[in-house]
């Protein structure tokens, strides 16, 4: 199906891919954000969409970043409304309930780079590059990249990508923790859909309860982190997914996951 300048497709039992098609770098503007929204409806709709994949359709881009057309002339209060617009869908995309992965060949910059970033995962061609640019237009990362990027990489390594500017190979990228995965140029959607095959086979609620109980690491003391680990435990007990999957492996058996 499509909307606007996203297409999205069912690639097997639980995985949907949502593919970027607005030439000629997709730009994340109002046809992108609003393009995600409706697969992401639609995802949520067909209730069983363990897996989204996101890549891009075209050449040497997963997103370049910003609409800057959009951006010009824009005053603080319209540009807000555009911001809020585009962190709403990473969001979405972010949101533990589903595992994302972005699958990027080509360039991911600026907006592009918050967008991979709001994935689960992220599995990268070896020609990829990524980059946060805005500094060259007198403007931060204003869709989530100044907060996702340093729990990614770390302080150091986020300021020098931010404060420089530059773009940063998928060697590179791979070896700081920026990419996940790192396969032969133009293979990583091919490879996030082998990957997503491989998740799909397992419980999706014990997996969404591992995002939320790593992410909650990032914002408690510990000792919460350690409560909010039990709590996270007690409930796969309580909703039976862990007593079947203890029985499963008892009984030599598939699980019968949710």
Known sequence: MTDNAVTWRDAGEGIR????????????????????????????????VKVAVV??????????GADIKHMVGADAKSFT?????????????????????????????GGGLELAMACTLRVGGAGARFGLPEVKLGLIPGAGGTQRLPRLVGRGRALDIMLTARQVP???????????RLVDAGK????????AGELTRLSLPAQSAVIRTVDAAFD???????????????????SGEAGEGLAAFLEKRPPNFA
């Not at 555009?82 to 910059?109: H, N």
């Open 17 to 48: 891919v949502f593919t970027l098609a607005h030439p000629p770098a997709n730009p994340l503007g109002l046809p992108i954000i609003d393009g995600l929204n409706a697969a992401l409806d639609d995802a949520d709709a067909a209730s069983g």
């Open 170 to 180: 998928a060697s590179e990228a791979h070896a700081i923790g920026l990419l996940d």
């Open 220 to 238: 408690l003391p510990l000792a919460e982190g350690f409560a909010f680990e039990v709590a996270q435990e007690q409930d796969l007990f309580e």
């Open 188 to 195: 990583a959607e091919a490879q996030a859909l082998e990957l």
């Open 55 to 64: 890549a891009s359709e075209v050449p040497g881009f997963f997103a370049a």
């Open 81 to 109: 409304a555009y911001g809020d617009k585009l962190r709403g869908v990473l969001d979405r995309l972010a949101a533990p309930e589903r595992i994302t992965i972005a699958a990027v060949d080509g360039l991911a910059l």
